[in-house]
C-alpha cells in the first residue's frame, strides 16, 4: 500500500464565482462575469450564467456533511470580492455573515478551511476604473485583503492571495478567452506586474494584521519539456518556465523576480510601469507556502521565423505536439502524471523545499450522464487519474518534497465560465434539473477508502 504522511490533507477545491450562485443577490455587485454575460449571453455554453452555478449560496451546510462522507479533511474555496465589499469601500454585512456560518460549519464537522481572495471575479466597479491594468487596483486589493482577515481571521489559518493569477493575465489580455479579451503581449505583462504587487500587498496586510495563520498563493504550474536537446528548444523550454512558472513562483517565495526575465521582457520592450518600492515590497512580504495546481505538461519546441520583438509567447516558444501523448478528449489536455513528480522535486531543489500542496488536480468529462450506472455516474476514469497522479506524488514526497496536501478539482460538479456546466469534474453530481440534487459518484466513494487508509 501507498502510505501518505500523517496529518495529510485530503480535500478538493472549488471557488465562489463557480458555486455560490446568488451572483446578484444578498448585497453582491456585478463582477466581469456578470456583466459579460448580460451582454454577451450567446459566448456561454447553453446560455448557462454566473446567476446559480451550484447554488452553495443555500446548500452549504448539505455539502459540507457530504464533505464528511468521503472522509475529507479540507476544502479550499475563496470569498467574492464583490460580495464582501459591493462597492470596495462599505462592508456588507449578509456577506460576512454568510461566510462566518459558511466557514464555521466547515470547522464544526473537522473540515479545515483554506480560502482564496481572487479567483478570476474582478468587480465592476474596479473594471470600470481599468481593472489590473489600473495601478490603483493593488490599494484596492490589498484593503480587500485585510478586511477579510479581519472579518475571518479567527476562523481561516491558511490563506491564499491569488487562484492562477496566469490565466486571468492570459485569458483576458493575451488569447481573448476571459474579458475585457484583450489580445496585447505588453498590457498582459502590466496585468501581470499589478496582480504581483497586489499578491505582495495582501501578504504584508496579512503580516501586518498580526494573524497566526499561514498566507500563500496558488499557482498552475505546467512544467515545459522541450522537443530536443538543441539549443533552440531548450531556449524555448527556459522562456516558457519563466514566463509561466517562475514570473509568480521565484517573487512569491524567494522575493525576487528573475533577472533572466527582467531581461528577456526589456530585449522585447515588454517592462512593465515600475516605482520605486515595489522591489522591496516584494522582497519584504514572502510567502509561507504554495499550492500548486496540475493538469498538464506544456510541450515546447523553437518557433520557426518568430516575430522580434515578440508580439506573443509563441514567438519565443512553440507548441509541439508530442506523438506519445495520452490525451482528454473533452478538454483536449495531456494527461502526464510523472510531470507531479518532477514538479515535488523542482520545489525541494529549487525552492528551499518549502510547504506546498496540490490545490487543484482533476479530470473534466463532457455528458457524464453516459456512465450512469443503477443511479450513481461509474467515473473509474476519474478514480484511475488520481491513483496514478497519487503514485507520482508519493513518489516525490518519498524523495524528500515538502508536500502536505491533495486536492481534487472539484467536490460538486461547478460552473466553468464559458463552459458553463460542458464539462464535469465533481466527487458529486449535480442535478441541474431537479433543484440541484446532489448525488456521490464511484469517485467520491474510492475517495472515502483512500482518506480512511490515509492511501491506497
Known amino acids: 500500500m501507498i502510505k501518505f504522511p500523517d496529518n495529510f490533507l485530503w480535500g478538493a477545491a472549488a471557488s465562489a464565482p463557480q458555486t455560490e450562485g446568488h451572483s446578484l443577490l444578498n448585497g453582491k455587485s456585478e463582477t466581469t462575469w456578470d456583466k459579460w454575460f448580460e451582454e454577451k449571453p450567446e459566448l456561454f455554453n447553453q446560455g448557462q450564467g454566473p446567476q446559480n452555478t451550484s447554488n452553495v449560496y443555500e446548500m452549504y451546510h448539505e455539502d459540507i456533511l457530504n464533505m464528511v462522507n468521503i472522509g ?18 462599505h462592508l456588507n454585512q449578509e456577506a460576512v455573515e454568510f461566510y462566518r456560518s459558511y466557514f464555521q460549519d466547515m470547522l464544526n464537522e473537522g473540515i479545515e478551511p483554506i480560502i482564496n481572495l481572487f479567483h478570476f471575479d474582478m468587480p465592476w466597479w474596479l473594471m470600470e476604473k481599468g481593472g489590473w491594468e489600473n495601478r490603483q487596483s493593488v490599494d484596492a486589493f490589498a484593503y480587500y485583503a ?55 500587498s495582501a501578504v ?76 522591496q515590497l516584494i522582497n519584504d512580504n514572502r510567502v509561507d507556502f504554495v499550492g500548486i495546481n ?31 501523448k495520452k490525451i482528454n478528449p473533452y478538454r ?8 507531479l513528480y518532477d514538479i515535488a522535486l523542482m520545489m525541494r531543489d529549487e525552492y528551499g523545499n ?28 476519474r478514480i484511475d487519474f488520481i491513483k496514478e497522479h ?29 463552459n458553463g456546466y460542458r464539462n464535469r469534474y465533481g466527487f458529486y453530481r449535480v442535478d441541474l434539473n431537479d433543484h440541484f440534487q446532489r448525488s456521490v459518484k464511484k469517485s467520491g466513494l474510492w475517495f472515502k477508502e483512500l482518506t480512511r487508509n490515509n492511501g491506497f
Not at 75 to 86: F, G, Q, V
Not at 181 to 199: E, N, R
Not at 230 to 243: E, F, I, M, N, R
Not at 361 to 381: K, P, S
Open 354 to 381: 518549502i510547504p506546498w500542496y496540490v490545490s487543484e488536480n482533476g479530470m473534466g468529462v463532457a455528458d457524464e450522464e453516459r456512465f450512469m450506472d443503477d443511479g450513481m455516474i461509474d467515473d473509474q476514469y
Open 332 to 339: 483536449g489536455w495531456e494527461i502526464y502524471p510523472e510531470a
Open 146 to 200: 485585510q478586511i477579510a482577515f479581519e472579518q475571518f481571521g479567527d476562523l481561516v489559518h491558511k490563506w491564499t492571495t491569488f487562484n492562477e493569477p496566469m490565466v486571468h493575465i492570459e485569458s483576458g489580455y493575451l488569447y481573448g478567452y476571459h474579458y475585457p479579451a484583450i489580445v496585447d503581449f505588453k498590457k498582459a505583462v502590466q496585468v501581470g506586474y499589478h496582480t504581483l504587487l497586489a499578491h505582495v
Open 72 to 89: 475529507m479533511n479540507s476544502y479550499r474555496t475563496s470569498i467574492s470580492w464583490a460580495r464582501l465589499l459591493p462597492d470596495g469601500t
Open 204 to 279: 504584508k496586510a496579512f503580516r501586518d494584521s498580526y494573524n497566526d495563520g499561514k498566507i500563500g498563493i496558488i499557482l498552475n504550474v505546467s512544467p515545459a519539456y522541450s522537443k530536443s536537446n538543441q539549443a533552440g528548444d531548450l531556449q524555448a523550454k527556459t522562456y516558457s518556465d519563466l514566463l509561466s512558472v517562475k514570473s509568480f513562483l521565484d517573487p512569491a517565495v524567494k522575493g525576487t523576480i528573475p533577472e533572466k526575465l527582467i531581461k528577456l521582457l526589456t530585449d522585447n520592450e515588454l517592462s512593465p510601469k515600475v516605482e520605486s518600492g515595489d522591489r
Open 294 to 324: 496540475y493538469y498538464q505538461p506544456r510541450r515546447v519546441q523553437a518557433p520557426i521565423n518568430p516575430n522580434k520583438p515578440a508580439k506573443m509567447p509563441e514567438d519565443l516558444f512553440a507548441n509541439y505536439d508530442w506523438p506519445d
Open 390 to 418: 497519487l503514485e507520482q506524488l508519493h513518489k516525490g514526497i518519498a524523495a524528500g518534497s515538502n508536500c502536505f496536501g491533495y486536492h481534487m478539482w472539484t467536490f460538486v460538479d461547478c460552473w466553468s465560465w464559458l
